[in-house]
């Protein structure tokens, strides 16, 4: 008993399952949440956001930090050897120079004007000749005075950097990654409305074959009745044998188009609940089975608004507005660009007050500017390729524009095309019927034979079967009319629930 009861719990909840009703509604719901392709689009928006984000950060200062540590193997050594500086005496306009006691030159008198000799005895000039002086005193520099110790090296510093002009660049970079975002959410808004067209595709699918499973079983029923009628005609003498064997031939073909219709609907079946994320073998029940649902009239909107509806104008337009941007940006490296500079680098040994072997530092403060002056014509061609990228952007708009004009208008004569069809379809539907009738009551009459209600029987089938069809066609021509106008509502996620 516990056996029973524990294999029954595990059955029920499979059981309820498989009996759930869902909507159509529902199932778009289901399949936007679990198609991969719109996850991976949601992403891309994400990530769009972020990187526009990022692009409003240029306009704030950036700031930096370093620290180096450097082990040198040497010393640094100014003098080869010890150096001798000569004595002299500073002069009353402040300038190095000498008396006549302080230097051994002999001297001579030329013009008038004592002039000192060399040590060959040539009359030279000081200023010009200074090698010439022979000096009776001088001051020694040790080689040991200009040896620094640059063994050990720590550097370390802060900056930072502020845009101030660029040429209106960052600007620009910033508006285009605004455009990429919204590019990408355009990029999903049109998969969210190709994914619709699908699942209702396959939804009408299911309903379709639905309908007409029901009425291949009926028709195989009828023909059913008809094999037993003639099968006891037959026996009382009253049909051939021939008549039984057609019969038979129909009925066997009944028990084929039930089974087609059971595959095809199997099958369709699995695609809807592919699209949805529901298990392969889910038989949940559909609510528009009977397709007794009507179907509302599509309003139609101005042209204009449904090209700002569509998602693929809405992506073309912001590729043209990137491809605008992208222009100003290659016209922007033909202007200046000025930033203003602040650092405080700090380093041992330091330089700031002789050589010292402690950690000094100093801010400093400037302004950069750079002024593009020749280049060999590289920015005038990427300007000129920019600017025709963008006229080519503009182009694409229009005749997406053009196309989606013929487009409206050819769903709107399918959709007029497709009423008539269904009413034409339903007239027939109620005429077979009527001839269904009155061939049956003729063959139970005597007055008709197996063949005639047989052919009844198959125009009976036939025009049931053609205003399925016909019906199933008005709904998608709606829907297709809904998504050329950019009417098609994606339902919100956060709806669910």
Request: glycine share 4%; net charge negative; proline share 4%.
């Amino acid at each position: 008993m516990r056996h029973k009861l524990l294999l029954l719990m595990w059955f029920i909840p499979g059981w309820l399952s498989a009996q759930e009703t869902l909507t159509l509604e529902a199932l778009r719901q289901m399949a936007l949440e679990h198609n991969k392709s719109l996850a991976v689009a949601r992403h891309s928006v994400d990530a769009a956001n972020q990187l526009k984000k990022a692009a409003f950060t240029q306009f704030l200062p950036n700031f930096s930090a370093l620290g180096n540590y450097s082990y040198n193997q040497k010393n640094l050594k100014m003098l080869g050897e010890d150096a001798l500086l000569p004595v002299g005496t500073k002069m009353a306009d402040g300038s190095f120079g000498f008396t006549p006691e302080q230097i051994s030159n002999q001297w001579t008198m030329i013009e008038g004007r004592p002039v000192p000799l060399d040590a060959s005895g040539k009359p030279f000039d000081p200023a010009k000749n200074p090698e010439s002086i022979l000096w009776k005193n001088y001051a020694v520099l040790p080689k040991e005075a200009m040896e620094f110790d640059i063994q050990n090296i720590f550097v370390g510093g802060i900056n930072f950097i502020q845009p101030v002009y660029l040429g209106g660049k960052i600007a620009e970079m910033y508006r285009l990654a605004g455009y990429s975002e919204q590019l990408a959410q355009a990029r999903k808004e049109n998969q969210e409305q190709e994914l619709l067209v699908e699942v209702d595709e396959a939804y009408w699918r299911v309903v379709s074959l639905e309908s007409k499973l029901a009425l291949a079983r009926e028709y195989r029923s009828l023909v059913a009745r008809l094999d037993s009628n003639i099968n006891l005609m037959v026996e009382e003498g009253v049909a051939t044998k021939a008549d039984a064997l057609k019969v038979q031939v129909k009925l066997n073909e009944a028990d084929m188009t039930v089974t087609r219709a059971e595959n095809g609907l199997s099958l369709s079946r699995m695609a809807l609940n592919q699209l949805c994320g529901l298990p392969v073998s889910d038989h949940s029940k559909l609510a528009d089975q009977q397709l007794n649902a009507p179907e509302p009239v599509v309003e139609m909107v101005p042209l204009e608004m449904a090209w700002n509806n569509r998602p693929e104008i809405k992506a073309l337009m912001q590729a043209e507005n990137m491809a605008r941007s992208n222009e100003r940006i290659m016209l922007s490296r033909f202007l200046p660009n000025i930033a203003f500079t602040g650092n405080y680098l700090y380093s041992n040994p330091n330089l700031f007050n002789g050589f010292e072997k402690k950690f000094d530092g100093m801010f400093s403060f400037g302004v950069v500017a750079t002024v593009p002056v020749f280049h060999f014509g590289e920015r005038l061609h990427t300007l000129r390729a920019a600017r025709s990228t963008r006229e080519m952007s503009t182009l694409q708009v229009e005749e997406a524009k053009e196309k989606i004009e013929l487009q409206i208008n050819q769903q709107s004569y399918k959709i007029a095309e497709s009423l008539k069809k269904q009413v034409a379809a339903l007239k027939n539907t109620e005429h077979a019927q009527e001839n269904l009738h009155a061939a049956t009551e003729g063959f139970e009459a005597g007055v008709i034979t197996s063949t005639d209600l047989m052919m009844a029987q198959t125009a009976w089938i036939s025009a049931q079967s053609e205003y399925i069809d016909a019906t199933i066609e008005v709904k998608l021509c709606n829907l297709y009319l809904k998504k050329s106008l950019g009417t098609l509502e994606v339902p919100s996620l956060s709806q669910k629930k």
